[in-house]
């Protein structure tokens, strides 16, 4: 059974069906990206999945359960986490109070039984085995802010890793990084899929093509087609959507 699926999931903005009978599946382990032009629906699909809108029609399944209806933190407790198109850090903080923070938010089950001191600890270990996860160890004392745009979206993986998510929602990790840090980024999530599944939105295709196992290529709100990244690199209604952008068509 997949870990994740969306079953006939439709959106309307007024007389804008932004969604359209929308359905695809992510199995355990799985990067699943969702590729499509600007103004296809993807983050507003997303938005849906994380409980950030509520979708006219259409159902949501986390592991088999019917999470349409759960607020965004139940979602969360649930498994489902997210990074979202634009950063959302604290910038004045330090990366690790930015983890810290973010560790205490979802530290009320695994950390109630302890000792306020062991508490304390337990926050800090959590939050240092975070940063060595993303490999910010190194900026632990840093202001976020101040840190490198490539490194703020890292940062903002870890955040979202801090609930032990089952399945991981990135809306465009890569925007506006340099190559060295898209580089950066495409590791992490090869790291990041022992331990979970990932619906990735991209528009960098040399990162979709390296790390999906599976593609959905939404169109207009719909899932023009879904396949292998073969399939869909070879696909003409595809190669149709994104004529003139070459990236499709020379990435091995
Ligand atoms: N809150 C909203 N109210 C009205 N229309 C909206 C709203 N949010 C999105 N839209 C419209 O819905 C469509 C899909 O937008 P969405 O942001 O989901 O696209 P996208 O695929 O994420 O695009 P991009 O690649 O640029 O991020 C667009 O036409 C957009 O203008
Ligand atoms: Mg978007």
Do not use: W
């Amino acid at each position: 059974m997949s870990l994740f699926q969306v079953q006939g999931l439709v959106k309307r903005f007024g007389g804008l069906l932004a969604t359209d009978h929308v359905s695809l599946s992510v199995a355990h382990g799985e990067v699943h990206a969702l590729i499509g032009p600007n103004g296809a629906g993807k983050t507003t699909l997303v938005n849906q999945i994380s409980g950030l809108l509520a979708p006219d029609e259409g159902r949501v399944l986390l592991d088999g359960a019917d999470i349409t209806a759960l607020p965004m933190h139940r979602r969360v407790a649930q498994g489902l986490s997210r990074c979202f198109q634009v950063t959302r850090i604290f910038p004045k903080q330090s990366v690790r109070d930015n983890l810290l923070l973010a560790v205490q938010a979802h530290s009320g089950s695994s950390f109630r039984f302890l000792k306020p001191r062991s508490h304390e600890c337990g926050l800090y270990e959590a939050a240092n085995r975070l940063a060595e996860r993303v490999g910010l160890q190194g900026q632990l004392g840093e202001i976020a802010g101040a840190l490198p745009h490539g490194a703020q979206r890292t940062l903002d993986v870890a955040l979202a890793l801090a609930s032990g998510p089952k399945l991981l929602l990135l809306d465009e990790p890569m925007a506006g990084m340099g190559p060295d840090e898209s580089q950066h980024m495409v590791q992490l999530i090869e790291t990041l899929r022992q331990d979970m599944a990932v619906l990735l939105i991209e528009h960098d295709m040399e990162a979709v093509f390296r790390l999906a196992d599976r593609i959905s290529v939404l169109v207009y709100g719909r899932v023009l087609t879904a396949g292998t990244p073969d399939e869909i690199r070879n696909n003409p209604e595809v190669q149709a959507v994104y004529l003139g952008n070459e990236t499709l068509e020379t990435t091995p």
